[in-house]
T-cell receptor
Framework: RKEVEQDPGPFNVPEGATVAFNCTYSNSASQSFFWYRQDCRKEPKLLMSVYSSGNEDGRFTAQLNRASQYISLLIRDSKLSDSATYLCVVNKGYSTLTFGKGTMLLVSP | DTEVTQTPKHLVMGMTNKKSLKCEQHMGHRAMYWYKQKAKKPPELMFVYSYEKLSINESVPSRFSPECPNSSLLNLHLHALQPEDSALYLC?????????????FGPGTRLLVL
């Protein structure tokens, strides 16, 4: 099983749609989980941390299921500017993050 | 705007050249990182500095040499690179380097080795 696994997509959705991304991780000892977004030829930027209780930031909701080792990201009311690659990131241990390969989202008018 | 800055934005070098990439952060963080990212791949960790000491070297070839002059500066010295080293080199920083921390990335240096 890969350390962090994501569906690469692309997910093609119209503006206003709701879209969900999933991610699984293999290391049950992982403690920290993040979603980063990366635009083409730019650096990854933190979208949100993921907490056990789930957390919401505007149109974005992240969930963590430790038992299934599964993380999700829900985007409501998609905007054109949401088009990007979404990276699922899990800490591997001291100072070390493991990145998934990313899921590409394309939002069209 | 990112508080992690990197220079240069772009770099083209020959296989016999020596060059350096520079990174600076203004957040008072004590951990800094170098990552390498190839097209359509996720970032791969190269080095971690925590409190100006090298704490992780992910078996990176010696043609890449990191240096941390102080807690806000991180350099990556390049010598005798190969064309396959062409990539986006990202610098990141975090609070202390004790895991479970958010890492903040600089805009990267896009390197082309001819």
């Amino acid at each position: 099983r890969k350390e962090v696994e994501q569906d690469p997509g692309p997910f093609n959705v119209p503006e206003g749609a709701t879209v969900a991304f999933n991610c699984t991780y293999s290391n049950s000892a992982s403690q920290s989980f993040f979603w980063y977004r990366q635009d083409c030829r730019k650096e990854p930027k933190l979208l949100m941390s993921v907490y056990s209780s789930g957390n919401e930031d505007g149109r974005f909701t992240a969930q963590l299921n430790r038992a299934s080792q599964y993380i999700s990201l829900l985007i409501r009311d998609s905007k054109l500017s949401d088009s990007a690659t979404y990276l699922c990131v899990v800490n591997k241990g001291y100072s070390t993050l493991t990145f998934g390969k990313g899921t590409m989202l394309l939002v069209s008018p | 705007d990112t508080e992690v800055t990197q220079t240069p934005k772009h770099l083209v070098m020959g296989m016999t050249n020596k060059k350096s990439l520079k990174c600076e952060q203004h957040m008072g963080h004590r951990a800094m990182y170098w990552y390498k990212q190839k097209a359509k791949k996720p970032p791969e960790l190269m080095f971690v500095y925590s409190y100006e000491k090298l704490s992780i070297n992910e078996s990176v070839p010696s043609r890449f040499s990191p240096e941390c002059p102080n807690s806000s500066l991180l350099n990556l010295h390049l010598h005798a690179l190969q064309p396959e080293d062409s990539a986006l080199y990202l610098c990141a920083s975090s609070q202390n380097g004790f895991g479970q921390e958010t890492q903040y990335f600089g805009p990267g240096t896009r390197l082309l080795v001819l």
